[in-house]
């Protein structure tokens, strides 16, 4: 009986195996493909040297490095106050937080720019202190952080939430203060949730283009970013320079994925060794 128990789950273990290797596969191919196309074509190390992609990158990293500061800056006392406080119309918040997540982009990207366009609502109080918006930098950033900041936010909220109390209480009685709560007990025990949430709100901008090209626009060296070079290559019916761009997007977001996943095993490591 116990032979026969053993043999089932051995066998319930490969079909899983085999399962997740059958999904994995699927994902992978795709991607694979596109990028073996642009490698041997010879287009990936063309757009490597083209100075519409190179500014395009640019672009991308220093607008998502900057929405990514704006969202932990807003999100992290939000999520929070979401995880720790008991206030009215806190259902109410959460489901407009998570609104941009199920919105189409490009919906997000109207919404922003009949906001802070020029017939807007805030347009003519912008155009009195000089500051205009869309089609420019600044929208691309503020597209990214209203379709990302969500991500961070949930994953913030959900790892603060599963914080032992208990400890930091213990941190208090000992004599230490909030900061030093903050510091030393809730943001390491909720980092891998805050870690999670960076990286997936991070990749999210990386990928934005819905929202970008409504509120900010396809302007090369201003607010085109690497998405909308793939958008505006395949339109204009350069396919190989469409997916000599997207290649080199998907082996940026796969760089960054594979150096957080390199410095958690790391952290796991030394956790391990000096536990």
Known sequence: MTRSRRTRRAAGQRSIRVLAAAIGLAFALPIAALVARAVLDGSLAASVTSRVVVDALALSLVTTSASLVVTVLIGLPLAFALARRSFRGATILETVIDLPIVLPPSVAGLALLLLLGRRGWFGDALAAVGLEVPFTT??????????????????ARTGIAAVDRDLEDAARVDGASESAVLRRITIP????????????????????????????GNVEGRTQTLPLVVYGEFTGGDLNGAIAAAAILILAALGVLVAVRAL????????????
């Open 189 to 216: 025990l909720a980092g891998p949730a805050l870690a999670a949430g960076i990286v997936m709100s991070w990749a999210r901008s990386l990928g934005e283009f819905g929202a970008t090209i409504m509120f900010a």
């Open 138 to 155: 600044l929208a691309v950033v503020l597209a990214q952080v209203f379709v990302s900041a969500p991500f961070f936010i949930r994953s």
């Open 264 to 275: 958690h095993w790391s952290r796991a490591l030394d956790l391990r060794a000096t536990g």
